[in-house]
T-cell receptor
Framework: DAKTTQPPSMDCAEGRAANLPCNHSTISGNEYVYWYRQIHSQGPQYIIH???NNETNEMASLIITEDRKSSTLILPHATLRDTAVYYCIDWRRNQGGKLIFGQGTELSVKP | EAGVTQFPSHSVIEKGQTVTLRCDPISGHDNLYWYRRVMGKEIKFLLH????????ESGMPNNRFLAERTGGTYSTLKVQPAELEDSGVYFC?????????????FGSGTRLTVV
């Protein structure tokens, strides 16, 4: 079962920042936070991950709270092509590589 | 580099028939995973290969499902005989790093419809 909690849906205006929250209050010290997204009719796509420091790459930024109980994925300038279901996953290095997907957040970017 | 390739992209079969799904991982990726999403449910893990060995098949639903990865390259997932509840989208993913990296590359999936 997924150990993260996300809002089921969110809207965002095109060009604005999309901030997607995730609660992972039961995360342990050796579990990473991974974000994936699934655009309609495609396979899941890796976005970014972090352990306890904030991270940024060409796709997004990840802000992890100091207590590691929650995080926020930030898409700085959302486009229509960012419309997708976003999944926050806690992942343990030694759990055999298994990704446990929850329901995710359905992000709709609107013109 | 070429991505993870799955075929067919769609398959419609009758209940009781056999279907074989194929996944070609990224060249050089030792780790290969199968996942599936059935209607209205979350994406669920099925199994994990490291090269040709099954590392974890805890997610396989029953013995009607058989996965193979001969030679440690491409993998097949056979469903025999198919049942209505097997309908869904089957995803394959691959990665190079063994356990140290959770950012997998997924294929576009095979949409299986059992009628």
């Amino acid at each position: 079962d997924a150990k993260t909690t996300q809002p089921p849906s969110m809207d965002c205006a095109e060009g604005r920042a999309a901030n997607l929250p995730c609660n992972h209050s039961t995360i342990s010290g050796n579990e990473y936070v991974y974000w994936y997204r699934q655009i309609h009719s495609q396979g899941p796509q890796y976005i970014i991950h972090g352990l306890k420091n904030n991270e940024t790459n060409e796709m997004a930024s990840l802000i992890i709270t100091e207590d590691r109980k929650s995080s926020t994925l930030i898409l700085p300038h959302a486009t229509l092509r960012d419309t997708a279901v976003y999944y926050c996953i806690d992942w343990r290095r030694n759990q055999g590589g298994k990704l446990i997907f929850g329901q995710g957040t359905e992000l709709s970017v609107k013109p | 580099e070429a991505g993870v390739t799955q075929f067919p992209s769609h398959s419609v079969i009758e209940k009781g028939q056999t279907v074989t799904l194929r996944c070609d991982p990224i060249s050089g990726h030792d780790n290969l995973y199968w996942y599936r999403r059935v209607m209205g449910k979350e994406i669920k893990f099925l199994l994990h290969f490291v090269k040709e060995s099954k590392q974890d098949e805890s997610g396989m639903p029953n013995n009607r499902f058989l996965a193979e990865r001969t030679g440690g390259t491409y993998s097949t997932l056979k469903v025999q005989p198919a049942e209505l509840e097997d309908s869904g989208v089957y995803f394959c993913a691959s990665s190079q790093d063994d356990y140290g990296w959770g950012g997998y590359t997924f294929g576009s999936g095979t949409r299986l419809t059992v009628v």
